[in-house]
């Protein structure tokens, strides 16, 4: 196997470290913003609308951010959302505590929607480099996108847990100022050490190139879509507004308790995550393995996923009254889940560069995230809406729906024949 050339291995690093810095800050936000204001009785629905535009703007930014970085360059699109990214903090830092709930949802929204477009800019930027980077050999590329989606990952969990022990110890305020601070540092750093390696942007690239006639990107953009609403649907308003009713007695010192707590587990399970996505190659003995046999395997695995949140649904319904034996087994399933989840996502994300050529490596990516990012803009939505319905129960059952969703568009992706590409 080549090595990387050493101008290619800096740039690869530094686009890494700068990653990491941005999702230490959006792991830390998202948890700052849900405990903040459920504490301030948000509703469960409330706080669905509260991510709902840094979704919807993820939707956007990333079907737009492919002819960005075509027509700008990689380094345009990173600097501009960790730039981003540090404005939306300072303007969250202005919220006034004497709002009405309806201004301070819509501000909120506002402030999140930026932070929307500022992480797939950072995202598409940082996967898009990867293909450009990598070196040639057997399995390279699948090792390279694995470490770097599997360490993002890591340090976003730090980041989960970073928010909740902040505002626990520092407040609201004062914690969104020190990430502001922080990054600003980091983005400084990278802008004056990141070295050359990177595409500069061409002139001729069209919008209308985002969209893909390459089946493959189609379908597995389909399956993404569905595996990220699977994981969203619990994971963002349900399962933390239910660990929280199960483990706060409602007194102050109650409160920062269950904030650890829930914290730790979102952490764990994102760092979880991501390490599996990290050992992703290894797991799934990927170097001897065709892009077909990886096709099937990421169809066989989100079948296994379905299958998770189904019997999960099942024993909440059945069990009725929390218990802890019963917040045990929910945390074991939901580890689990982390577990078959990363083995997708690493599939998925090995795919997308795989199918795509060198020259339209932002187009189809930025295409792909902007499915990834509708998937989570829906399991946003259904997370909030389901837990209102259904609680618990409601919001895993549509998990399963959604795994099941994402199966059938994989069961499509492996049946494309190599003479429908030519």
Request: hydrophobic share 60%; net charge positive.
């Amino acid at each position: 196997m080549s090595a990387a050339a050493p101008s290619g291995l800096r740039a690869y690093l530094a686009v890494t470290a700068a990653y990491w810095a941005f999702m230490l800050t959006d792991g830390a936000l998202r948890m700052l913003v849900l405990l903040h204001f459920h504490t301030l009785g948000f509703t469960a629905l409330q706080l669905a609308y509260l991510f709902l535009l840094y979704e919807l703007m993820g939707v956007i930014t990333n079907l737009s951010a492919g002819w960005i970085a075509a027509r700008f360059g990689l380094t345009s699109t990173l600097y501009a959302g960790l730039g981003i990214q540090i404005a939306a903090l300072v303007a969250l830092a202005q919220l006034d505590p004497g709002w009405s709930v309806a201004a301070s949802v819509a501000f909120v929204m506002a402030v999140q929607g930026a932070s929307g477009v500022a992480k797939d800019l950072s995202k598409m930027s940082a996967k898009s480099a990867v293909k450009v980077l990598a070196p040639s050999g057997q399995g390279a590329l699948f090792r390279w996108v694995a470490a770097l989606t599997g360490s993002k990952n890591a340090v976003k969990g730090l980041g989960f847990l970073l928010g909740a022990a902040l505002l626990a110890t520092a407040g609201f305020v004062p914690a969104v100022w020190a990430m502001a601070g922080a990054l600003t540092l980091v983005l400084a750093a990278v802008v004056i050490f990141m070295p050359p390696g990177l595409p500069q942007g061409a002139k001729g690239a069209k919008f209308k190139d985002v969209f893909s006639k390459d089946p493959r990107v189609n379908w597995l953009s389909a399956a993404r879509l569905f595996l990220f609403g699977a994981r969203d649907v619990w994971f963002v308003v349900g399962i933390p507004i239910y660990f929280y009713s199960v483990l706060s007695d409602g007194s102050v010192e109650g409160n920062r308790a269950a904030f650890f707590q829930i914290g730790t587990f979102m952490a764990l399970w994102i760092i979880g995550y991501g390490a599996v996505q990290g050992f992703a190659p290894a797991l799934l003995r990927a170097r001897d393995k065709t892009d077909a046999q990886i096709t099937g395997l990421a169809r066989l695995w989100v079948g296994l996923l379905a299958l998770i949140p189904a019997m999960l649904a099942l024993l909440v319904a059945l069990a009725g009254a929390p218990a802890p034996w019963l917040t045990g087994a929910l945390v074991a399933g939901l580890m689990l889940f982390g577990v078959v989840f990363a083995l997708n996502s690493a599939l998925h994300s090995y795919l997308i560069l795989a199918f795509t050529k060198a020259e339209r490596v932002t187009m189809d990516v930025g295409f792909y995230y902007m499915s990834n990012a509708a998937g989570r803009l829906l399991g946003t939505l259904l997370s909030g809406l389901s837990y209102q319905l259904g609680s618990l129960p409601l919001c895993l059952g549509t998990a399963a729906a959604m795994a099941g969703a994402s199966w059938l568009a994989a069961s499509r992706l492996q049946r494309i024949s190599p003479a429908r590409l030519a």
